[in-house]
Every structure is written in C-alpha cells, then in structure tokens.
C-alpha cells in the first residue's frame, strides 16, 4: 500500500545483500509521520537506524516539511533512547493507542529547532 502511495516514503537498508532494515514515512500538510522503522536485530547499533531516519528527515526538508511526529510503544525504552538521541522530544501519551490496549508516546521533532 505505501510503496504505490505517492505520498509515503519506503527506504530500505541493505547489509552484505540483505535487508537490515527499512521506514517508512507519511508526507502530510504540514508534517510527516514516520509509520515504521526497524532495524534487523543482528544490525543494530550500528548506525542503520540513524541512517534511514536522517535520509526522511533530509527529504522532508527538501519537501519544506520541517516537523516529524512518531508514536512509540510507550514500553518501547530502547526506541525512545534512539529517538531521543536523535533530537525527538515525548510530546503526549496516548491511551490505547495500540488495539485500544498498549500505550503510545508521541515523540515530535521541528527540524528548524537545533
Ligand atoms: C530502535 C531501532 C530502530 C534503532 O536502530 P539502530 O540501527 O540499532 O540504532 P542506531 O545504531 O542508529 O543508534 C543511534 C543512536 O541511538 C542509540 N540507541 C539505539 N538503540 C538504543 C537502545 N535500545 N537503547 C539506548 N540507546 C539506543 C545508539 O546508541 C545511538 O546513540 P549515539 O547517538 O550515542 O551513537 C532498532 O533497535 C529497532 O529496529 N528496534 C525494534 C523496532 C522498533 O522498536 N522500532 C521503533 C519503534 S516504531
């Protein structure tokens, strides 16, 4: 559905000929969203995660989209360390937000504001 979507992004990331990981982002109005991002786990923490999400943001700017919001399981620490680390800010919890069960944090970030 994304890929023949004119305004989803789907970047992937390839390892030694293998898929390391992919995201996928939303252009809207006056934002972006970024729908997915994983890494493979045998890749993580090796920048791949940064890399992909760095590549969105860049277009997004192109794009003259300057602000990317995201949800997170709210369990998910690790993801909220990675977004964080990249400039992402916990801007609400949502209740629910996953099969009206598990919790979300939404983390947004201005790419104007450094
Ligand atoms: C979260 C995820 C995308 C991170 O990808 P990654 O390629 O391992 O991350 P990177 O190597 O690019 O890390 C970038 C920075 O985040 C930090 N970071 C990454 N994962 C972290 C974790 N679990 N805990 C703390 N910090 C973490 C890295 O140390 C690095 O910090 P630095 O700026 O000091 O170098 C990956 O772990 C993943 O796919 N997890 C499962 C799916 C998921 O949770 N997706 C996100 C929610 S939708």
Do not use: K
């Not at 890929?3 to 390892?15: N, Y």
């Not at 898929?19 to 997915?36: R, V």
Request: hydrophobic share 45%; glycine share 8%; with cysteine.
């Amino acid at each position: 559905m994304h890929i023949r979507h004119h305004e989803s992004v789907v970047l992937t990331a390839r390892a030694g000929g293998e898929l390391a990981g992919f995201a996928i982002m939303q252009f809207l109005d006056t934002s972006a969203h970024l729908d997915l991002l994983a890494v493979d786990p045998r890749y993580e923490l090796l920048g791949i995660g940064r890399r992909l999400l760095e590549w969105l943001e860049g277009t997004a700017v192109t794009a003259g989209t300057f602000v990317i919001t995201l949800e997170v399981r709210a369990t998910n620490v690790g993801a909220r360390w990675f977004y964080s680390r990249l400039g992402y800010r916990e801007a609400r919890r949502i209740a629910g937000y996953y099969c009206r069960v598990e919790n979300a944090v939404q983390m947004v970030r201005d790419l104007r504001v450094i």
